[in-house]
């Protein structure tokens, strides 16, 4: 049955006093800007970065906020010329400035032994640069190789990095996934988790990721949303330590630029004014919901997956609702789709069953050169996805990271940890193809798709 946007306004309105109950501690409706026709800008309080509105950024001095280099070229963000500085510059006192954001509530330290507070380092001088994030963001993972950059190149020189772990789903909360994170990205900054968002909102921050710009005056002097513009970010770190009374005079002044799009990408959009990319597409209930309110499309097509939850009489945050449904033979693009049982979750959908000849899968029509998903296991015991795109194996020509191969020639990942895994990485961009992804377990649960069209990288 295709979806009915009508359908979903009426029973979205029915559900407006429960996810009021919910709302302040919901993830994002939507990006901002997308290259999909259907994207609009999010009525949410916070938002992946990726492709956020200038207009949406809170105010701040000297503040960049821009598009992602995931949108279109319209959208893209590009390195400001940069300024002639000197490269050294006196010391001063600097007295605390008690205006700065207090970083509170906070659950756990990680990468230090005691807690940090912007107006301390400043006052001894040093430049604090405040990276918001979340460990399985695709964009915030993206930013990590230009933080360790700066983080190498200039701890000795003044500026400290302070990560603000917020997380966008609930098993983001938990400690020792963090820090395999932490791990696994090679992150030597500090990094606190603000699981309650008190931080967050001392900042009134909107965005994965965010980047807050301290100089040794405690004064706010930048902020950036999303990817991009790396290369104006370093400039300004570069400012304010010299401001600060560091010498980079032996540094030499190489900024970096932003990562490259794949030129099919490029190509397709100069042909069509505009190339598609599939949005962020988000699987539980309650963003669904969200983006409905918000009058616009849903990141699910199927009508069953909405009555799932209407029909339930006990409706709470943790309310699930059971689907029996059917992949039409034509599916449209950047929506998802799904055949079988499936237990529809706020966060995620769960295939409801354990089968044998891999007869439930998801279904996707999707534009772009990478696809991610964002994969868990409740049991904590490994499972199997298998992974085709347009009805054929995935081979190492066009498989993301994470996909290994059985001996019946079976592409499939193997979901041991709760984490985003890179399914798909084509040699360039496609405007149109099928995804599927299969798997007999009972633990399969998805939370979220990402996309990506650059050069290199997921």
Not at 301 to 308: I, M, R, S, T
Not at 437 to 456: C, H, K, N, Q
Request: net charge negative; with cysteine.
């Amino acid at each position: 049955m295709f979806f009915s946007m009508r359908r979903v306004a009426v029973a979205a309105a029915l559900l407006t006093l429960l996810l009021a109950t919910v709302i302040a501690c919901a993830p994002s409706a939507e990006p901002a800007a997308q290259t999909d026709s259907s994207a609009a800008s999010s009525s949410s309080t916070e938002q992946t970065a990726d492709q956020a509105s200038a207009t949406d950024a809170p105010a701040a001095a000297d503040s960049s906020a821009t598009a992602s280099s995931t949108g279109s070229d319209a959208d893209r963000a590009t390195d400001a010329p940069a300024a002639s500085q000197p490269t050294t510059a006196p010391a001063v006192n600097i007295p605390v400035n008690t205006n700065i954001p207090n970083i509170e509530g906070i659950d756990a330290w990680l990468n230090t032994d005691m807690e940090l507070q912007i107006a301390e380092l400043t006052a001894q001088g040093k430049v604090v640069l405040i990276d918001f994030w979340t460990y399985t963001c695709i964009n915030c993972v993206r930013t990590l190789p230009f933080l360790r950059e700066w983080w190498a190149r200039y701890e000795d020189d003044g500026l400290v990095i302070l990560g603000i772990h917020t997380p966008e789903f609930e098993f983001e909360k938990d400690y020792q996934n963090v820090a395999d994170a932490i791990t696994t990205h090679n992150i030597g900054w500090p990094v606190a988790q603000d699981n309650n968002r008190v931080t967050w909102r001392n900042f009134e921050n909107r965005y994965w990721p965010a980047k807050y710009l301290f100089n040794s005056r405690g004064e706010q002097i930048y902020s950036h949303f999303g990817e991009g513009r790396y290369g104006e970010t370093e400039q300004q770190i570069r400012n304010a330590l010299v401001e600060a009374g560091a010498d980079l005079s032996d540094d030499p002044l190489n900024l970096p630029e932003d990562q490259a799009r794949d030129q099919a990408f490029q190509d397709a959009g100069s042909m069509l004014g505009r190339a598609a990319l599939t949005r962020e597409l988000y699987a539980g209930w309650h963003r669904n919901f969200l983006t409905a309110r918000a009058g616009r499309q849903p990141y699910v097509a199927q009508q069953e997956y909405f009555d799932a939850i209407l029909d339930q009489e006990n409706r709470s945050e943790a309310s699930t609702g059971v689907i029996d449904v059917t992949v039409p033979q034509d599916i449209q693009p950047h929506q998802l789709y799904f055949q079988g049982q499936w237990s529809v979750e706020p966060e995620r959908i769960r295939h409801a069953r354990v089968t044998e000849n891999l007869e439930d899968y998801l279904a996707l029509n999707y534009a772009a050169k990478s696809v991610n998903a964002v994969l868990t296991s409740d049991s904590g015991e490994p499972y199997q996805v298998v992974v085709t795109v347009d009805g054929a194996m995935l081979t190492p020509e066009n498989a993301g990271n994470d996909v290994q191969w059985d001996e019946r020639g079976y592409s499939y990942i193997n979901v041991d940890e709760p984490r985003l895994y890179e399914l798909v990485d084509n040699p360039e961009y496609l405007p149109s193809s099928v995804l599927i992804m299969r798997s007999d377990s009972d633990d399969f649960g998805l939370f979220a798709f990402t996309f990506g069209v650059y050069a290199e990288g997921p």
